[in-house]
């Protein structure tokens, strides 16, 4: 829930970050060969175990790749979106709440994930997770909706209901 001091919103936080801690399962797995996933990209994991960006072809996710136990490679820049590299081991949410950037749309509390299988409205790319149906150029996430809107960087809350993953 944001708040508000002397007229200025809080941020909801970095993408990748766990919320609400109680309810969480994290799997692990390997980043696959040729492969940079950012923290708070959606995954998906395959039969050897591998974790990759979600592709046009994929059906759902595995999962959001979470940032634990990890920090950004760029001593200079501390901010910036941190990433997991080929072969390094990657900390998947598979169920729980989850900060990640809204590409498109207005997300509510409650409302369906979009995640974009072909690019489209304002240059938002393949594995983009938004708010807003477009046809044919995206597609629901089977058990995971939105938490809240989203705040000034794009950053909202999204729960992931059912399990995902292997």
């Known amino acids: 829930m944001p ?21 969480q399962i994290v799997g692990v797995g390997a980043v696959a ?3 940079e996933i950012l923290f708070g990209a959606p995954v998906t994991q395959g039969e ?30 501390q901010n910036g979106i941190g990433r997991y590299r080929e072969k390094e081991n990657i900390s998947i949410l598979e169920r729980g709440a989850v900060t990640v950037v809204c590409s498109y749309g207005t997300p509510k509390v409650g409302s369906k994930v979009y995640i974009r299988t072909e690019s489209g409205t ?5 594995g983009a997770l938004e708010a807003t149906e477009e046809t ?9 909706v ?8 794009n950053v909202a809350l999204l729960v992931i209901k059912e399990r995902k993953g292997v």
């Open 48 to 77: 050897d175990g591998t974790v990759a960006n979600f592709a046009a072809s994929d059906t759902d996710i595995a999962g959001i790749a979470v940032r634990q136990v990890k920090s950004a490679y760029d001593y200079l820049d």
């Open 3 to 23: 708040g508000k001091v002397i007229g200025t919103s809080l941020n909801h936080g970095y993408p990748g970050t766990i919320a609400m801690q109680p309810d």
């Open 122 to 126: 304002g240059g938002t790319v393949v």
């Open 136 to 144: 044919g150029k995206n597609v629901v996430i089977p058990g995971v």
């Open 33 to 35: 060969q040729g492969e």
């Open 146 to 153: 939105w938490g809240g809107d989203k705040d000034a960087n």
